[in-house]
């Protein structure tokens, strides 16, 4: 892989819709740039499109990046601007503004900035930076009428979250969409494990900037090579990618330095300051999002139960971003969900939130929780998430690759993992950083391998509908001291199912196993996320941990499979199975092969729908 300007591609991929109609954005629009003043001296770079028609006023629609809010100078114009095209054409004052440390903005950048709840003084945070923007715009900005709305995809998601903590009384309304909501269990982590697909992106957030700039300072690492895995299975130990990302890379220093969920992390945590926020909340996400599935749901939630606010939640059949595409048929890898999805959720969804809380135009009525049924391939609308009429109910793994209603708690299944073949988390040969498709690959390729526990239940004789939180309560055991663990829900197509116009050349729907849902828990963190533990070899251990949310029908005539495993490989890093304190500091001979135990009476509890 070539160097890349990173920054470009990162902002095309959080960017509004990649294809949109023919607007003219430089005839409708004047472009000003300006810089802000912090309440610490600091000033953020931030541009201004103001509709060219001044007779009437307008609100202001913001989003603050370190993705760049280029282009810069003001005869640049983007090409559109705004969260989509409806709300661009119809007129709004559209603001971006490089957050501090990032681009042509001042100050020192601080991957995930820790919020102050009680600030006193100069004190200043991602909250009070988007309350001296605010109150800057509004009252410097011409034709405003005073009402401000943020939005943002991905960091900037993380941003428009962080915007609700402000307490300024402009901001009249937010929508986070794939929002980071704890860099600890979204992006670069999931349940301890390091996400090792992402390391690439490391340059990105790692390196400080020397005064304004307005080309990327950093580049992605030449690693020679198109095949991620075999370029990670010879790297050996974390620590060999030293060689990548020196001491100046600040961001790599800190995911070795802290590799438990240590209080550098917690206080970076944004979900448990989710309360009393007063700005009507749209919060929004992809079912399929690799990176983001974490954030949107537990922002949600946390808003939910802490702030009396408007909140609403839409999760749609997306990959991450995909809701911002204006693309006709969506689909993520080789299943395909229905058409004209995302310019459905930009005209109905999201234009008239933003109409209705800034414009006061018509009444904004939808569900409290939209969510796409991934199996029936239709929208549910529901009261509340999780919906309420979803009963908990006990899948157990038992022997002859059963799922049972019933436990088996002396029975054992034992499959050896070989840390020198680590189970690939997809059959693609390629290199990237976002890995899109894989959250509904084709499954066969691991239920055949002797290092994957396959269950299963019989073909469906009826519609068996989840929706709501998964649970996975596993019992296991090891003969070494350390292990991942590994669960996904699969959905089995008949015999008979018909490719989709998507399908890769080697796969056919007959007997695809789609995967719904998957995820990873680093065994050490079974008691305590912050004190890891190794286990006792041989000594049956309870390993609990959800995985996210699910919305989908298991069709009649399909099944419900689920595979456990303990390697993901190259998304997850290799476990070493021997107990090391840090593994970003393990040695060659820390990694070890060994054999792992589930017994009977593990459980994955999923939300029935009766």
């Given at each position: ?15 509004v ?14 472009k000003?740039?300006?810089?802000i ?12 499109y ?10 202001i ?25 409806f ?12 957050v501090?440390?990032r681009?042509m ?28 923007t ?21 960091y900037?998601?993380?941003y ?16 986070p ?5 704890d ?11 390091y ?14 900037k020397?005064?304004?700039v307005t080309e ?31 001491e ?71 990959s ?5 595409r ?11 969900f ?9 005209l ?30 239709e ?5 509340m ?10 899948f ?10 019933e436990?088996k708690?002396d029975f ?10 680590p ?19 084709d ?9 994957v526990?396959v ?14 939180e ?34 890769q ?8 196993h789609m ?11 079974r008691?305590?996320?912050?004190d ?17 949310d ?11 499979q ?6 993901f ?23 070890e ?17 009766k």
């Open positions: 892989m070539k160097h890349l300007k990173f920054g470009l591609l990162l902002f095309l991929l959080c960017a819709s990649s294809v949109m109609a023919q607007y003219d954005v430089k005839a409708n629009y004047d000003q740039e300006v810089a003043e912090m309440r610490d001296g600091v000033k953020l770079h931030t541009t201004i103001t509709p060219k028609d001044k007779t009437k006023a307008y609100p629609l913001m989003q603050r990046t370190p993705y760049s809010s280029r282009p810069y100078g003001e005869d640049q114009y983007r090409r559109q601007i705004g969260p989509n095209k709300l661009m054409e119809q007129g709004n004052i559209i603001v971006y503004q490089d501090r440390g681009w903005s001042g100050g020192t950048y601080d991957n995930m900035r820790a919020y102050i709840p009680n600030k006193t003084g100069k004190q200043s945070d991602e909250a009070s930076d988007t309350y001296d605010i109150d800057w715009l509004v009252n410097n900005v011409e034709n405003n009428n005073g009402n401000v709305g943020t939005w943002g995809i991905s900037p998601g993380h428009a979250a962080m915007s609700v903590l402000s307490d300024h009384p402009a901001l009249k309304a937010a929508s969409q794939a929002p980071i909501g860099f600890y269990f979204d992006d670069f982590h999931h349940n301890g494990a996400l090792l697909s992402y390391w690439i992106a490391t340059s990105v957030f790692g390196y400080d020397e005064g304004p990327a300072w950093y580049s992605v690492p030449d690693i020679g090579t198109r095949d991620a895995y075999q370029f990670f299975l010879d790297i050996g130990p974390l620590k060999n990618l030293d060689k990548y990302y020196g100046d890379n600040v961001f790599w220093q800190q995911l070795k330095d802290h590799p438990d969920y240590d209080e550098f992390w917690q206080k970076r945590g944004l979900v448990q300051h989710m309360k009393n926020v007063k700005p009507a909340v749209l919060t929004v996400g992809g079912l399929f999002d690799a990176e983001d599935l974490y954030g949107p749901f537990e922002i949600y939630k946390s808003l939910e139960k802490n702030s009396d606010n408007y909140n609403a939640l839409v999760f749609g059949p997306w991450h971003g995909d809701w911002a204006l693309k006709k048929r969506q689909a993520v890898g080789n299943i395909f229905g058409d004209n999805l995302s310019e459905n959720f930009q109905d969804y999201e234009t008239e939130f933003f109409n209705h809380f800034l414009k006061g135009e018509k009444e904004f009525d939808i569900p409290e929780a939209s969510v796409y049924d991934t199996g029936a391939m929208w549910n609308a529901y009261d998430w999780p919906p309420e009429n979803a009963t908990a109910t006990d157990y793994l038992v022997d002859n690759q059963n799922l049972s209603m436990p708690p054992e299944n034992k499959f050896v993992s070989d840390i020198t073949k189970v690939p988390f997809t059959e693609d040969i390629k290199v990237t950083f976002t890995p899109r498709k894989f959250m509904t690959d499954q066969r390729f691991a239920a055949r391998r002797p290092d526990m269950y299963e239940t019989e073909v469906l004789q009826e519609d068996m509908k989840l929706s709501g998964i649970m996975a309560a596993l019992e296991v055991a090891t003969t070494g001291t350390a292990a991942d663990w590994i669960v996904k829900v699969i959905d089995v197509y008949p015999a008979d199912a018909e490719d989709s116009e998507e399908m050349d080697h796969l056919r729907m007959s007997n695809y995967m719904v849902r998957s995820e990873v828990f680093r065994g050490r963190y008691e305590s996320f912050s890891p533990k190794p286990f006792v070899p041989g000594k049956k251990t309870s390993v609990d941990f959800a995985l996210q699910i919305n989908h029908t298991f069709k009649k005539g399909h099944k419900l689920i595979q456990v495993q303990s390697t490989f190259p998304y997850i890093d290799r476990n070493p199975q021997k107990y090391v304190d840090n593994i970003f500091e393990a040695d060659e001979e820390d990694f092969t060994h054999t792992h135990t589930i017994y009977g009476d593990s459980k994955i509890v999923l939300p029935v729908v």
